[in-house]
């Protein structure tokens, strides 16, 4: 159940104008944050990735403070779930932008298996290493990826798997994906232009901790193929095991338990 819903730091009841660029072009980003027992997770991370994808689409937010209080004002009615925030270029239909819009809002989280099968998609759409203004961004025009998902779902996998024209192996439809290969954490690369996860930061850098070597490069399914673990990170499923990617079979391996275990104690 949604409950209060701020636009620009007021009370609304979610109505936004049909010409906001959000619904007329799908214009502008969007960041959702976990509530732990009444606490945000990575609020301040997620601000600052909202301020860059907001930049790249040049559209301009309200003050960080501001927009913090918002979030922190949504964030407090409530213990868990999670808060989601939008921010559209405005009513912009006459050639004219904004002002902009920030909407906030809390939801609840959606319930997640103990493991996820993937079906490997090709993504046409995806920068994939190919440099342009929005590689990176977190932008509302998710149709693409969603309908990659259902193209998963209608194949007996859960979600997608996205692979560039050249085969490799970028990102699922809404999350990282990790995987241990001969004793290294393999992941791909930010430059290939896939989002800068909060949750793939921490759990790389407590994979450091851990004493393992971590690796960020360019992988294709013959390497993810040697894997003897995966893993799938994100705000919404945390640390996942995988189970299948396509025709291939993975254990739930130990390694992707004790990332699960120091994430949880880190957002607990």
Not at 4 to 33: A, H, K, Q, W, Y
Not at 80 to 85: A, D, K, Q
Not at 159 to 170: E, H, Y
């Amino acid at each position: 159940m949604i409950g209060d819903v701020l636009i620009n730091g007021e009370l609304s009841d979610g109505t936004i104008p049909v010409t906001d660029s959000s619904v007329v072009r799908g214009d502008g980003c969007f960041e959702v944050m976990k509530l732990y027992g009444g606490r945000l997770f990575g609020l301040e991370e997620h601000l600052d990735r909202l301020q860059r994808s907001a930049s790249a689409l040049g559209i301009v937010l309200p003050a960080r403070d501001d927009i913090r209080t918002w979030v922190e004002r949504i964030a407090s009615q409530h213990v868990s779930g999670l808060v989601r925030v939008m921010v559209t270029r405005g009513s912009s239909i006459s050639g004219v932008d904004g002002p902009s819009n920030v909407i906030i809002f809390r939801h609840p989280a959606p319930e997640i298996a103990p493991v996820v099968t993937l079906l490997p998609v090709p993504a046409p759409w995806h920068a994939a290493g190919i440099e342009w203004d929005l590689a990176g961004a977190k932008l509302l025009s998710y149709a693409p990826n969603v309908a990659a998902s259902r193209r998963a779902k209608e194949g007996g996998f859960d979600d997608a798997l996205l692979i560039s024209s050249d085969a490799l192996v970028l990102e699922g439809s809404t999350f990282s994906v990790a995987w241990m290969a001969n004793g290294v954490l393999q992941t791909p690369t930010l430059d290939l232009g896939i989002l800068d996860s909060i949750t793939r930061k921490v759990v790389l850098e407590e994979a450091e901790r851990m004493g393992l070597e971590v690796v960020e490069g360019l992988w294709n399914l013959e390497n993810v193929a040697e894997a003897s673990e995966v893993m799938a990170l994100s705000t919404v499923r945390e640390v996942q095991a995988v189970s299948e990617i396509g025709p291939l079979s993975f254990e739930a391996g130990h390694v992707t338990s004790r990332l699960a275990d120091a994430f949880d104690a880190i957002v607990g």
